[in-house]
C-alpha cells in the first residue's frame, strides 16, 4: 500500500489573538490565524509582496500552550496537517474551510519581558 504524506510547515505573525474553548467532552480547543508574506522582484525589477492568511486549530495541551504563550502580532513557527472540513448552514448552504491542524508550535520572537533563557532580563547586550 502507498503511503501519502500531509505536512505543512509555516513561519509567520498572528492575525488575531488565539482563542481558546472547550468541547463538551472537556477537551480544549485553541483557534487562531498566521500571516506568512513572502517577496519577490520581477524580471522588470519590480519589487512584489504577497501575504498568505492560514488558519490554525491546535488540541489538548498545545491548544492551551497556544493560548498561554501566543498573541496578536507574535512570530511563531506552526508544523502539521491540512484539513478540509465542510458544514451545512440553517439555509441549506455548504461550507469549506481548509485548516493547518497543529502538531507543534514554538514562538519565534521572545520579548525581554517574558521569561526566557535566552533573553535573561538583565542582560544589555549578547556576549558575543
Known sequence: M????????????????PEMRYTPSGRPVTTFSVASTRSWTSSEGQRHEETEWFNVVAWG???????QHLAKGKQAY????????SW??????????TEIVAREMLVLD????????????????FPF
Open 2 to 17: 502507498a503511503r501519502g504524506l500531509n505536512k505543512v510547515m509555516i513561519i509567520g505573525h498572528l492575525g488575531r489573538d
Open 61 to 67: 495541551s498545545l491548544a492551551e500552550i497556544c493560548n
Open 78 to 85: 506552526v508544523e502539521g496537517r491540512l484539513q478540509t472540513r
Open 88 to 97: 451545512e448552514d440553517n439555509d441549506g448552504n455548504k461550507h469549506y474551510r
Open 110 to 125: 521572545q520579548s525581554r519581558n517574558e521569561d526566557s533563557d535566552f533573553f535573561p532580563k538583565d542582560a544589555d547586550e
